[in-house]
């Protein structure tokens, strides 16, 4: 019986060690994947720089907090060993100093050194960063993160679809794909699928795609002439899937890119990537010449007048609220956000003038100096403070604001602190910081409610979800600012040229695709 028992213990200390073996085995073979990038969308043509705070950068495991598919439990989490470096994620603003740049990869490429070998590295980036002294900064970027982790590693790379993808961005990436949605509600969904391309390629030893077509399309729109949301930009996204699932194609992508800088890489592109060479490059062709085709019905996806137009046409509506865009500045496509014109022009109204008139909210202005006051004298309180104008003082000077404070919120991660100043019937939404207004918190944590406004003035493009969904009715005002609509104005000089719609009667292009060499192949 003795004999049965140690028998019996003897091939369960052999099972459980064989289980611990195969734990350990599991555990060696997970891939080591890092995780790095910056992200901003930068005008040039803003007189604004942005500095390194700016992009709140978060360092090792504080990055997963960013993406709800690294939760500790999550099967993306489980499948890799995963090494987050620095990860720095900007509102959209100015052209980045060269020193907040250089801060940043240094830092990152120190982690980088110190936490290799890698098998993959998922680079999340916008890619319409601009930086001083650089004409393609993701590019660069790249670059240089993979003289560090070398050309073997896999890198996989996740983008805004107003980014720029230069070929050096193309050659240095293994995998890449961008949002097919404008506005963006699939951004992380599509950050995940960057990741899961990724891990896939790694899992089944797959490693770099065979093959990566790229083919630039000298077409440059601003995003709000190319939402998803309206034809032709709704179909043309459309076609990306029948491309992208196909057999032997890992992903397939379309950049707009961004129009509000000025370097030889700003314009649209097309990217796919597989290992069926007449798949990748025939995918690649036919969503290029799609684009192509559809240049010339792609318009804004609101109505669009002077600001002047834009009031009286808010002011005649019963619908309500009656979205405004003050769309030259608007924040979070690269303008300063403290331009003080369309302001000026509304405060200059008659109709506002009285606390009886129309009810308007403005979002919103910097104006540290009136926040200052305003924290002095409490709610309730009258003010009189200048706002405004600090950074982009070339289409109106720092305003006067005086007027009754509202509401104060101190706190906020981008305006840090907020105050409401009532003029006439207008709230002005003043900010220690410039931020955008996108989400109806934004606007009831200062004790205004924009369902109930007359009219609703936001520095914004096209209009959010949460703001899209409770218009009643809304237009796009031509107003001036480091965004202007107005591409003609602008005035740029390092594009490629010719360029739709800046040449409109240009000779089509060719767009075939170019066979992008694999990272691993550069000299």
């Not at 961005?169 to 890449?176: P, W």
């Amino acid at each position: 019986m003795k004999r049965l028992f140690y028998s019996f213990l003897v091939i369960l200390l052999f099972l459980s060690c064989k289980q611990n073996s195969k734990n350990v085995e599991t555990q060696k073979t997970l891939p080591r994947i890092a995780i790095a990038g910056l992200g901003i969308e930068s005008s040039t043509f803003s007189p604004a720089q942005t500095h390194e705070e700016a992009f709140h950068a978060r360092i090792g495991d504080s990055i997963f907090g960013r993406y709800p598919f690294f939760a500790d439990d999550s099967d993306v989490r489980k499948r890799a060993e995963w090494i987050p470096t620095l990860l720095g994620k900007s509102l959209p603003g100015g052209i980045v100093t060269r020193e907040a740049y250089e801060s940043m990869v240094e830092k990152t490429l120190k982690m980088l050194k110190a936490d290799g070998p890698y098998d993959g590295l998922f680079f999340d980036i916008h890619g319409a960063m601009s930086v001083v002294g650089l004409e393609d900064a993701e590019g660069d970027l790249i670059k240089r993160i993979r003289e560090v982790v070398g050309p073997e590693v896999l890198i996989s790379t996740s983008m805004d679809l107003h980014g720029n993808v230069s070929e050096r961005l193309a050659q240095h990436t293994d995998l890449i794909t961008c949002y097919r949605m404008a506005p963006h509600e699939d951004a992380l969904e599509s950050k995940e699928r960057a990741i899961t391309n990724l891990l896939d390629r790694l899992e089944n030893n797959m490693g770099k795609p065979k093959y990566k077509a790229w083919i630039p399309v000298p077409i440059l729109l601003p995003g709000e002439k190319t939402s998803t949301r309206i034809e032709p930009g709704k179909s043309l996204y459309a076609k990306v899937p029948s491309v992208a699932n196909q057999k032997g194609v890992i992903d397939a992508a379309i950049w707009i890119g961004y129009a509000w800088a000025d370097e030889p890489r700003n314009h649209a592109v097309v990217m796919v990537t597989g290992d069926d060479k007449e798949k990748v490059v025939s995918g690649a062709e036919k969503l290029a010449e799609a684009f192509w085709e559809v240049r010339r019905e792609f318009e804004f996806v609101a109505p669009v007048a002077t600001l002047d137009k834009s009031i009286k046409m808010a002011l005649n509506s019963k619908k309500q609220p009656f979205i405004i865009s003050d769309m030259g500045d608007n924040p979070t496509a690269g303008g300063a956000g403290d331009v003080t014109w369309t302001l000026k022009e509304i405060l200059a109204r008659p109709e506002f003038k009285s606390e009886d008139g129309p009810t308007l909210i403005y979002a919103s202005i910097p104006g540290p100096e009136l926040v200052a006051a305003a924290q002095k004298v409490g709610v309730g309180g009258k003010v009189s403070a200048m706002a405004g104008a600090k950074v982009d003082d070339r289409f109106a000077p720092p305003l006067q604001l005086n007027g009754t404070v509202t509401a104060i919120k101190e706190g906020d991660r981008d305006a840090e602190v907020e105050v409401v100043v009532k003029i006439g019937s207008v709230n002005v939404i003043v900010t220690e910081k410039r931020k955008p207004y996108h989400h109806l918190k934004d606007f009831t944590d200062l004790n205004l409610n924009p369902r109930q406004a007359d009219v609703v003035v936001v520095k914004i493009g096209y209009l959010v979800p949460e703001l899209y969904d409770i218009r009643g009715d809304w237009v796009m005002a031509l107003t001036p600012g480091g965004v202007d609509q107005d591409l003609e104005r602008l005035n740029h000089k390092q594009i490629k040229r010719p360029m739709y719609p800046l040449d409109e009667a240009m000779e089509k292009p060719d767009l075939s695709a170019q066979l992008i060499q694999a990272s691993d192949n550069l000299e």
